[in-house]
């Protein structure tokens, strides 16, 4: 079915100033294209609402941009979920500071960095889940908590992001305050701040469960 641009709302959740698991909704006029000029708040119907929610939880996300595009026969498709939603949209039609927000409250691990590599934001998971003050991080190199064995990768994974502007990702392993290791799947993104500074920010997601688990299943196969 061919689907109806104007009647596609961008989506993202959840914000701080907002019952837990609720949707702003944003209408764009240039969907096809991700255009963020031009874009009006829209008053979401219970539905689309719970479809945003739902397209979230399923990818375990604490928050996400949604794109839903309504079709000729009136079906609602979700024809994407960002991990690193692009919320310029959204801050048009909102006083609320909501890169601020989701960075403050969000249980992944959000940071921002200079091209050398250090501390410009720490969010506060950074203290719930690695036990590090963020304040403290502030101006160091991230560097010193990747585990060494990484250290090559998750560095050309920054290089990449400030030479190419694209979206780049790495596993990686990320030092306790306790002195463990924990595996963190990381994507980011490069970008200019007003006075035209190049920062990176990065979200991080704890998947040292799942790494445990590949461990197991890998010597189990490994006896076989």
Not at 108 to 114: H, K, M, P, S, T
Not at 158 to 171: H, I, Q
Not at 175 to 194: K, N, Q, V
């Amino acid at each position: 079915m061919r689907p109806s641009p104007l009647k596609s709302p961008h989506t993202h959740r959840p914000l701080h100033t907002f019952e837990p698991n609720h949707v702003a909704g944003v209408k764009r006029p240039d969907t096809l294209s991700n255009n963020s000029r031009n874009a009006e708040p829209l008053a979401l119907s219970e539905p689309l609402e719970r479809l945003a929610v739902e397209a979230a939880t399923v990818l375990e996300a604490d928050y996400a941009g949604v794109d839903l595009l309504q079709a000729d026969d009136g079906r609602v498709l979700v024809i994407e979920v960002n991990g690193i939603p692009g919320w310029r949209g959204l801050q048009q039609t909102t006083d609320v500071d909501v890169a601020g927000a989701i960075a403050e409250h969000a249980t992944e691990l959000v940071a921002e960095f200079d091209q050398q590599g250090r501390f410009h934001y720490a969010s506060p998971s950074f203290a719930s889940r690695l036990g590090h003050d963020p304040a403290e991080l502030i101006g160091r190199s991230g560097s010193r908590l990747v585990h060494p064995d990484d250290l090559e990768a998750s560095n050309r994974s920054l290089r990449s992001a400030f030479e190419t502007g694209g979206e780049t990702r790495a596993v990686h392993r990320v030092l306790h305050r306790d002195g463990s290791w924990r595996w963190f799947e990381s994507t980011g993104r490069a970008y200019r701040t007003a006075n035209g500074s190049p920062r990176y920010v990065s979200i991080g997601r704890d998947v040292t469960e799942r790494k445990n688990m590949e461990q197991v299943l890998l010597r189990f196969f490994e006896m076989e």
